[in-house]
């Protein structure tokens, strides 16, 4: 009887990791790349928008007024004479800094919140959830527009006041995601070797739970940036003559039957960021779980 010799290293195949199959499937999917090249085009505009911009943001020609789009104004300029084209850019800069600012505050503390609570379980656990069920019963439109009222319209408390009502539902899929994790034989063969909690939290559970924590961020982006142009609308958001996208949104409504491109391009804007954030967002679920996009 012979013995089949091994096969030569070249024609072994491979093997590939979680996240190389899920970048794998990511590239596939067309409506989540082109939401990851609009976004990361709008990332660079906010980045260097002193160097694409033809006009300072709050230069302003009173002689010329609002006119239409024309080859000196790409997106024309609003009543004040100032371009529009520049403007959008800026705002750019402050919608998507609101957003992933507040974002990181809102994932800061759900992680950290649904982390200790579906860990440790037990009586902690249904109090801090208790919590969560109560602050979900407020109004958080009001309780920001409060906030925001008491401490002064400022574009830091802007961010903070709106990550810190939208870490709930992070808390709670953070939280079933560790207390499904917790019981895995793994966790348990590592406590058996005696290491300490905060090492398992962070080196063991945290590590697998990354997935859904970065597919439900990218779902949350379009959320705050629809929140704070919505702030901005009412007038509580930047103040002039900085400009977002939703205090510009909310000065194109006031003259959109005399100057309709006030609004028209603004709000192009702002939708094609918030489908994008979303194709992307969904496509990194299919990605990550190749299940969800069968069901």
């Known amino acids: 009887m012979t013995v089949d010799s091994p096969l030569p290293l070249h024609q072994y195949q ?4 979680l996240w190389q199959d899920a970048i794998s499937r990511l590239r596939q999917n ?3 790349v082109f939401g990851f090249w609009v976004v ?3 990332i660079l505009i906010a980045l260097f928008a002193d160097l694409i911009a033809p006009y300072s943001y ?21 009543t004040l004479g100032r371009d529009l084209f520049t403007r959008i850019l800026y705002g750019s800069r402050v919608s998507l800094l609101v957003s992933f600012l507040s974002t990181v505050v809102a994932l800061t503390i759900g992680v950290l919140w649904g982390t200790v609570s579906g860990y440790f379980g037990g009586r902690l656990d249904m109090i801090m959830m208790r919590i969560v069920d109560i602050l979900y019963a407020l109004p958080f439109t009001i309780f920001i527009i409060l906030l925001m ?37 793994y966790i348990d063969a590592v406590i ?40 901005s609308f009412l007038g509580l958001g ?28 603004p709000s192009l804007t ?7 954030l979303n194709f992307l967002g969904d496509g990194l679920r299919d990605a990550i779980d190749p299940r969800s996009a069968r069901e």
């Open 192 to 231: 058996s070797m005696g290491l300490s909690r905060p090492r398992i939290i962070f080196r063991h559970i945290l590590p697998n739970i990354l997935g859904p924590v970065i597919v439900y961020t990218t779902l949350t982006i379009p959320g705050i940036i629809l929140l704070e142009s919505f702030l």
């Open 270 to 276: 702002l939708s094609l960021t918030l489908f994008s």
């Open 58 to 78: 709050e230069e302003q020609n009173l002689d010329l007024g609002a006119s239409p789009p024309s080859s000196a104004h790409w997106f024309g300029t609003d």
């Open 238 to 265: 930047v103040q002039p003559p900085m400009s977002s996208w939703g205090s510009l949104i909310s000065s194109g409504v006031e003259t959109m039957e005399e100057y309709p491109w006030l609004l028209v391009f």
């Open 40 to 42: 990361t085009c709008f």
């Open 149 to 185: 009222v008491v401490f002064g319209r400022n574009i830091y408390l802007l961010f903070i006041t709106i990550g810190a009502v939208e870490w709930l539902t992070m808390a709670r899929i953070v939280r079933s995601q560790v207390m499904s994790i917790r019981n895995q034989e």
């Open 14 to 17: 491979q093997g590939r990791s």
């Open 30 to 32: 067309r409506l989540a």
